[in-house]
T-cell receptor, first 113, second 113 residues
Framework: AQTVTQSQPEMSVQEAETVTLSCTYD???????LFWYKQPPSRQMILVIR??????QNATENRFSVNFQKAAKSFSLKISDSQLGDTAMYFC??????????FGAGTRLTVKP | NAGVTQTPKFQVLKTGQSMTLQCAQD?????MYWYRQDPGMGLRLIYY???????DKGEVPNGYNVSRLNKREFSLRLESAAPSQTSVYFC????????????FGQGTRLTVV
């Protein structure tokens, strides 16, 4: 089974500082995709960043970047210059055609002023 | 510019009642999904449809049935609702296999009493 583990149920960070959210996954597949989604209190699911497993280069999107370690099956999200609007649940997800899209349990991030 | 539309947004059922959650997408995506979200457990995949005419079980299929009516629509049916099915349900769609992210509906909050 393809499983996704987020070991940090809750985290907090001061505004303008940097925080890293952890994600590990278990798969025997070689080609797949990984995502981070953000869910604010509105309940809407918002894509933050995506990574193709066949690409060695880590994805970046403005203040968001990932550290993708394929051999270790690790996919952490770094948020730089944290803003109050970053307060949300963050979900890591694994996607492969045969298995659909599987999510971790989430990390609740609070950005403190 | 609707994206993924779920109906209803809220529903209260009595134990043993049946209901169908409707989902439609207008992005011409091949793949559609149903998830449930419970506190501390993230989004768990109930069923998915990789393409029109196919459906597959996800992580938690028991107590649910699905129908991929056409390329646009994917419904989730609870034949005999139980309190354990109280949850927030999300429908999503994507182009599975391309690495494109999934787009989500706004969610349905279902309470079974």
């Amino acid at each position: 089974a393809q499983t996704v583990t987020q070991s940090q149920p809750e985290m907090s960070v001061q505004e303008a500082e940097t925080v890293t959210l952890s994600c590990t996954y278990d798969t025997s597949e070689n080609n797949y995709y990984l995502f981070w989604y953000k869910q604010p209190p509105s309940r809407q699911m918002i894509l933050v960043i995506r990574q193709e497993a066949y690409k060695q280069q880590n994805a970046t999107e403005n203040r968001f970047s990932v550290n993708f370690q394929k051999a270790a099956k690790s996919f952490s999200l770094k948020i730089s210059d944290s803003q109050l609007g970053d307060t949300a649940m963050y979900f890591c997800a694994f996607m492969k055609h045969e298995f659909g899209m599987r999510f971790g349990a989430g990390t609740r991030l609070t950005v403190k002023p | 510019n609707a994206g993924v539309t779920q109906t209803p947004k809220f529903q209260v059922l009595k134990t043993g009642q049946s209901m169908t959650l409707q989902c439609a997408q207008d992005m011409n995506h091949n793949s559609m999904y149903w998830y449930r979200q419970d506190p501390g457990m993230g989004l768990r995949l109930i069923y998915y449809s990789a393409s029109e005419g196919t459906t597959d079980k996800g992580e938690v299929p028991n107590g649910y049935n699905v129908s991929r009516l056409n390329k646009r629509e994917f419904s989730l049916r609870l034949e005999s609702a139980a309190p354990s099915q109280t949850s927030v349900y999300f429908c999503a769609s994507s182009e599975l296999g391309t690495g494109a992210p999934a787009f989500f509906g706004q969610g349905t909050r279902l309470t079974v009493v």
